[in-house]
């Protein structure tokens, strides 16, 4: 065996070595980018744009309407704002309550500050109750972020700590 053998020994060698560090730090990148940029990987949403009037239900007429911190009306249609949570207007406690009527008020605002787009095209998913599930930007503006900045809203999702409002 000469120095061939020798050398073709120390290439496996180091294959072998490479390999089981290779996967571990390919599994690390792909779990720092799913982290870091989540929902946005893969092909862009469709969006459609929305140039209405909005009041909020039960204070002002008009086809569309908002409902609660994450939930609007179109009609009949009824459309779940999606990537955070707001608290419930019937919620468990009068804090809660409270913060609900200041999230509802604070949806309204940015609604009306103009057009804004939202995702789902002709079809958009629905959730148990039937509504529709729409992400609400506009420009680079998510309405999540805003919500959640405003202390409104918590975030959903995976890895989400659950606020208590009360």
Known sequence: MGKRASFGRRRANWRRRAAKVALPLLVLALALAWWAYGDRLGPAPELAQVDMRFGICGER?????????????????????????????????????????????????????????????????????????????????????????????????WGTVRREWC
Request: net charge negative; hydrophobic share 35%; charged share 35%.
């Open 61 to 157: 007429g008009g086809a569309a309407c908002v409902i609660d911190g994450d939930t609007v009306a179109i009609g009949q249609r009824r459309v779940r704002l999606t990537g955070y949570d707001a608290p419930e207007l019937d919620g468990a406690c009068e804090a809660e309550r409270t913060k609900a009527r200041e999230a509802q008020r604070a949806l309204h605002r940015w609604i009306a500050r103009g057009s804004f787009s939202w995702t789902g095209g002709e079809e958009p998913p629905r959730d148990r109750y039937g509504r529709e599930l729409r992400e609400a930007r506009r420009d680079d503006e998510m309405l999540a972020d805003y919500m959640i900045g405003l202390g409104l809203a918590e975030g959903s999702g």
